[in-house]
């Protein structure tokens, strides 16, 4: 059987347009708030990555740092995450979620708790951003006896070697992180460029659905047309900080943001 | 879990970067793990290349200036009454901390691998000032990554880091302090990895890090059994060596050469910040039993919430102000080879005025923390003991805090 990540991929194939993947925060600006954005931008996205707020990220740039402080701030702790999703999942339109984080949060909850609660919740596919292969090899095998996707990650700086080895222990969906750059960083890598990575990487790999993220927002996604699916993220925690200032509901704005992408895309 | 003789500590990690099995690795962005193997590579390298050896020990010694004074401090023996009383004066060294060291090592790897920029954190501002020393001595541009709250309470670091021309980036994230500092400039790093050389001014970060300021630092120890030998004829029977810890790199220095000793013979005491008397928050996960946690990308005891999230820490000296610790020094304390204690901000200002009552030694804030509770312990040893406190910075960055605290008088005119 399927599951729902690549399931999702499917649908977007068939669609002949890359998956969309949207970023936000859990708990940005608030726990009710950041709920009603993952229901509204469900009708455009095909996959959720939810991130789970931490206060010494390493790969984050400013605008997702300011909306993982906000969470904090607001006090967001890791069962309400749970809860969101479970929310989430119980809603109308529902689409996979995947959690995206940092290890020690994972760590501080216990690998087995983390993933029980994962199940029971909803939420499909982990991205650990600071647990590289093959560091990662035993969690991401507990992650799969649990049917959740571990998502790899590569980079501009992953040797080929590396490559083989990382796609070889990969499971259904990998993530091409586009350049050196923090999280929302400004495109400075040509779209061809980053294109032939990302062929390079299908060509090694040809089977697994491959998605390319950092940098990637409205003015550029138009570029990468022909892949298996774009995430966008700063960009649109950049929108709310951007609708909290100007007093503006920022599900709405949110949600026609991610409702343009789609278009651009399809 | 168990601690090897004969054997560096810094080498004692396992495939993956642990120590013990549990603290260090290497937890980093997908981004980073080529330029830590490459780094890894040049370093396992030239620590055993002759001719590498001979260059640093050639800018230890004519550009740092080795080795540092080793003395005895007469008047506060005789004030403690009970073990010798004297002091590792690493302040010496040039720009006046031991930071010196690792900053050294970091720019001559830097430009033996072609990169022309060098980034760094900095807490009290010695690793950044030691850093543009360092980068300005070997034509390397200078990034230093400073919390907005330590630039305001270090401003005489900071002048120096511009003076020697290096861009002082305030961080106004979290705490605004050294955790903060990190975080931005390993940011930083994985945005500009392809020409730029990150130095982390502790030993605390990827294990390669760790490794390398460990190693650097220990020339520490190094000058002082040459310098106990020639003292005392042989390492005394009784040494207790006391040290500061932050980050841990200059405790780890200060110990790496006596590793091998008995404990019974060669003690080593840590000295983490215990924050204000007032309040709960404090700068000692090793004392108050903090959590095994990652930061930074190692794995340590670190001051956390239950959810994972790092918690504030509180100290009078920006120096010591980091939630986390070295894994070095997790597994020295869970070897038992090392004990460690707390002093608090108020116990290392009287420390500081005891210092400078009775001897011509100023002893920044960070090290204060050490001299307090050397002295307080000291009163109950033999005369036989050799108490040394690593003196391992000097006051001068803290004279408006200290002004502050405790009036002019305390503060002379240079």
């Not at chain 1, 216990?110 to 029980?116: D, H, P, R």
């Not at chain 2, 080529?34 to 590579?41: G, Q, S």
């Not at chain 2, 630039?151 to 980036?169: H, S, T």
């Amino acid at each position: 059987m399927l599951n729902p990540i690549s399931i999702a991929f499917k649908k977007a194939k068939k669609e002949k347009r890359p998956a969309l993947l949207t970023y936000t925060v859990a708990g940005d600006s608030s726990k009710k708030q950041s709920l009603n954005i993952l229901k509204a931008i469900s009708n455009y996205a095909d996959i959720l990555e939810v991130g789970i707020p931490h206060n010494t990220p390493v790969a984050d740039g400013g605008q997702i740092q300011t909306s993982a402080y906000r969470a904090i701030k607001n006090g967001i702790k890791m069962n309400d995450i749970f809860k969101i999703v479970s929310e989430f999942k119980k809603s109308k339109n529902p689409k996979p979620v995947i959690f995206m984080g940092y290890y020690n949060m994972i760590f501080q909850y216990g690998e087995n708790n983390f993933l029980n609660k994962c199940k029971k919740s909803g939420v499909n596919g982990l991205i650990v951003v600071d647990l590289p292969w093959p560091e990662n090899k035993i969690f991401s095998k507990r992650c799969k006896k649990n049917s959740i996707n571990f998502i790899q990650l590569l980079s501009p700086t992953t040797s080929n070697k590396r490559l083989k080895s990382i796609t070889k222990d990969s499971h259904d969906m990998i993530y091409y992180i586009s350049m050196l750059s923090t999280t929302g960083g400004k495109l400075k890598v040509s779209p061809k460029k980053i294109l032939a990575n990302y062929d390079k990487i299908k060509k090694i790999s040809p089977k697994k659905n491959c998605v390319i993220g950092f940098g990637i927002t409205e003015k550029n996604v138009s570029n990468f047309k022909n892949t298996d699916g774009l995430v966008v993220g700063s960009q649109i925690c950049k929108e709310i900080t951007r609708s909290l200032n100007n007093r503006q509901n920022p599900v709405i704005n949110v949600s026609k943001m991610v409702s343009k992408l789609r278009n651009k895309i399809s | 879990m168990k601690l090897k003789k004969g054997i560096p500590v810094i080498d004692q990690g396992d495939r993956l970067g642990f120590w013990g099995g549990k603290f260090g690795g290497n937890f980093v962005p997908e981004t980073l793990k080529k330029p830590i193997e490459d780094l890894e590579i040049q370093f396992n390298k030239l620590k055993n290349d002759k001719n590498f050896i001979k260059e640093r020990d050639r800018y230890f010694k004519n550009w740092i200036g080795t080795p540092t004074r080793f003395i005895k401090l007469n008047n506060l023996t005789k004030y403690v009454d009970g073990a010798q009383i004297w002091s590792k004066v690493v302040s010496d060294a040039n720009g006046g901390a031991h930071k010196i060291y690792n900053a050294t090592v970091h720019c001559l790897m830097a430009k033996r691998s072609g990169k022309k920029v060098i980034i760094g954190d900095t807490g009290a501002g010695y690793a950044g000032k030691m850093l543009s020393m360092a980068a300005k001595k070997f034509g390397l541009k200078c990034k230093i990554f400073m919390g907005a709250k330590d630039i305001k309470r270090q401003q005489p670091n900071v002048k120096a880091m511009k003076e020697n021309g290096a861009d002082v980036i305030p961080v106004y994230s979290g705490s605004q302090t050294l955790v903060d500092a990190v975080s931005e400039c390993m940011r930083y790093w994985v945005a500009n990895c392809d020409t730029t050389a990150m130095c982390v001014g502790s030993t605390v970060g990827p294990a390669i890090f760790v490794r390398i300021c460990g190693w650097s630092t220990s020339q520490i120890s190094r000058e002082l059994k040459v310098q106990l030998i020639n003292e005392f004829g042989d390492v005394p029977k009784k040494l207790k060596l006391y040290n500061c810890v932050g980050g841990g790199s200059s405790s780890f220095g200060f110990w790496n050469e006596f590793m091998d000793y008995d404990k019974k013979q060669v003690e080593f005491i840590g000295v983490e910040a215990g924050g204000p008397t007032k309040s709960k928050r404090h700068a000692a996960p090793l004392t108050y039993g903090s959590k095994i946690g990652i930061l930074h990308g190692a794995a340590q005891y670190v001051n956390q919430n239950r959810d994972g999230q790092i918690e504030e820490t509180e100290s009078i000296s920006a120096g010591l102000d980091y939630p986390g610790i070295s894994p070095l020094h997790c597994f020295l304390k869970d070897t038992k080879r090392a004990r460690y204690t707390a002093a608090s901000d108020e116990e290392a200002l009287k420390a500081y005025q005891i210092v400078t009552k009775y001897e011509n030694l100023r002893p920044s804030l960070e090290p204060s923390h050490a001299f307090s509770i050397a002295i307080k312990e000291a009163k109950r040893f033999s005369k036989d003991t050799i108490v040394i406190i690593n003196s391992c910075g000097d006051a001068y960055k803290d004279r408006g805090i200290l002004e502050k605290k405790l009036g002019k008088k305390y503060v002379k005119s240079n």
